[in-house]
Nanobody, 123 residues
Framework: QVQLVESGGGLVPPGGSLRLSCAVSRFILDHYAIGWFRQAPGKEREGVSCISRSIDEPYYAESLKGRITFTRDNTKNAMYLQMNSLKPEDTAVYYC????????????????WGQGTQVTVSS
């Protein structure tokens, strides 16, 4: 499996912003589905934003739409999740993940995961 390494998490007050980064190979960025997921305490992991192999337009979870932007930079071998107007309910461990045949933002389609980065939104 190709190693994925997230960074950029931390403690931020409500209304603040964070940009998460995930180091990933150029080959993966060009040929795989890629995504961001999160898992809050006591909850199941959920898809935050994904880009499938066939559609370059990112999917955004409804609860985050308008507040997040998923981008990738093939020259830097990285993908990013910009999060704005953060709320306490956004507190979770955030993961980047990849899927060789992914077409949705469902966890079971993704088979390679980073270690996660903690995002805590609190005053």
């Amino acid at each position: 499996q190709v190693q994925l390494v997230e960074s950029g998490g931390g403690l931020v007050p409500p209304g603040g912003s964070l940009r998460l980064s995930c180091a990933v190979s150029r080959f993966i960025l060009d040929h795989y589905a890629i995504g961001w997921f999160r898992q809050a305490p006591g909850k199941e992991r959920e898809g935050v934003s994904c880009i499938s192999r066939s559609i370059d337009e990112p999917y955004y979870a409804e609860s985050l739409k308008g507040r997040i932007t998923f981008t990738r930079d093939n020259t830097k071998n990285a993908m990013y999740l910009q999060m704005n107007s953060l709320k306490p309910e956004d507190t979770a461990v955030y993961y980047c993940a990849t899927a060789p045949y992914g077409s949705s933002c469902l966890e079971h389609e993704f088979d390679n995961w980073g270690q996660g980065t903690q995002v805590t939104v609190s005053s």
